[in-house]
């Protein structure tokens, strides 16, 4: 469980993945070695999973982004093909989801041959059956970012400093 000073440090740091303790410590009032211990904490705990940098594609050739769901006539509840199609370097994420398609993924391509190129590998696993592709034209917002410190967002079951007691 989190409390609300750890819910505070989430925050500074899924603004600023890079920030020091000692910069957290001065925001938020307290000594770094205490930032420094829930941080590592939070890490131990998981619920830090990792640090990354957030890159742009279109530098990089990669501006054509794409959402795919995908049918599959994988038995209920496997997900061997999902796990295929995550090893696709476009692929950015992958769902396995409820309803008419079994995936929905996230991805990145050159363009329309390079979407073509991902189509037809993503076809080659024996277990698709179809796609349906949804271009992006313009993102609004994009991010890792959870919301869970605006009121009305906090977690089930994480702690108030204030008083102490249970949401």
Do not use: C, W
């Not at 619920?47 to 530098?59: C, K, L, N, S």
């Not at 050159?110 to 037809?120: C, K, P, S």
């Not at 076809?123 to 271009?135: E, F, Y």
């Amino acid at each position: 469980m989190i409390d609300e000073i750890d819910a505070k440090i989430l925050q500074i740091l899924q603004t600023d993945g890079r920030i020091s303790n000692v910069d957290i410590a001065r925001t938020l009032g307290m000594a770094p070695s205490g930032v420094l211990a829930r941080r590592r904490r939070l890490e131990r705990e998981g619920i830090i999973q990792g640090y990354e940098a957030r890159v742009d594609p279109r530098p990089l050739g990669l501006g054509l982004m794409t959402f795919i769901q995908v049918k599959t006539d994988e038995p209920v509840g496997q997900t061997g093909a999902g796990r295929e199609m995550a090893a696709l370097s476009e692929i950015q994420e992958v769902h396995f989801i409820a309803g008419e398609f079994n995936y929905l993924l996230k991805a990145r391509v050159t363009g329309t041959d390079g979407l073509t190129r991902l189509l037809e590998r993503m076809g080659a696993i024996s277990t698709v059956r179809d796609t349906r592709t949804t271009l992006v034209l313009d993102t609004i917002k994009e991010g890792l970012a959870l919301g869970f410190g605006e009121p009305g967002t906090r977690p089930q079951g994480s702690r108030r400093k204030s008083s102490g007691t249970q949401d």
